[in-house]
């Protein structure tokens, strides 16, 4: 109960920090997170495919997929022009290993964004009365630089997997009388891998700004000297 009668006593909105890299970055993290793990995580495309029968004319074949990307999980319906029942094929290459990890890493991060923002905002004296509160934002903020690059890497060369598993030319490879109608659309999964990237050049940067915080860095030696007793400072001529 002491605790959290600490906090609230010691809570005082001050919006100053945001004018400050420290604040501010923190600020264009917390959206560029959001943007990383929504234009993954709520993710669903089609391919389309066009069956020509000499009698029955063509026929539409749509093979949807969406997050998190376990294709073999999703079907598609091969129509026979003959009297031959229909082909159920199934899209191959699971990926969801790289795409969750991805979506994992933007939330984990929209989440301590919304903490240390109102850690910064809210209570900015207890975060600067010691100097653990930024050692540990530093060292936090280094890890999810860290984990930005490994996770937009891996769901970069998963996303070219992707595009490669549901492309329309491979799939008419197991049907002779299949066409290509529709290509699907990677634009926002496109997005996604530039946000991640995006996101580790902001945390990547903003560790600068908090190392600054710590204790490890040592102000300049002042340049100007004090004048004392009507002395100026020594100069030197050659």
Not at 77 to 89: D, G, M, R, V, W
Not at 136 to 141: A, C, E, G, M
Request: hydrophobic share 40%.
């Amino acid at each position: 109960m002491d605790t959290v009668q600490k906090l609230v006593s010691g809570f005082k909105l001050d919006l100053e920090p945001l004018k400050e890299p420290i604040g501010f970055i923190r600020v264009l993290e917390w959206i560029f997170a959001i943007f990383a793990f929504a234009t993954t995580g709520g993710y669903s495309g089609s391919t389309s495919l066009i069956v020509e029968c000499p009698d029955s004319g063509e026929k539409d074949v749509i093979a949807v997929f969406g997050y998190p990307f376990r294709l073999p999980s999703y079907s598609y319906t091969i129509p026979s022009c003959t009297q031959a029942p229909a082909s159920e094929l199934f899209l191959q290459g699971d990926f969801s290993s790289s795409a969750e990890f991805f979506v994992c890493i933007g939330v984990f991060a929209f989440l301590y964004c919304t903490a240390t923002l109102v850690l910064y905002l809210g209570f900015q004296s207890v975060y600067r009365e010691t100097s653990r509160g930024p050692t540990i934002d530093l060292l936090v903020t280094a890890s999810f630089a860290f984990l930005w690059l490994v996770s937009s890497s891996a769901w970069g060369k998963g996303l070219t997997d992707v595009k490669w598993a549901t492309n329309p030319k491979h799939l008419i490879e197991t049907c002779q009388e299949c066409k290509v109608k529709e290509w699907p659309s990677m634009g926002r999964l496109n997005a996604s891998v530039i946000f991640g990237f995006l996101n580790l050049i902001l945390w990547a940067g903003n560790c600068w700004f908090i190392y600054k915080e710590t204790p490890f860095h040592k102000d300049p030696v002042p340049t100007n000297v004090s004048v004392e007793d009507g002395e100026g400072p020594t100069s030197y001529s050659q």
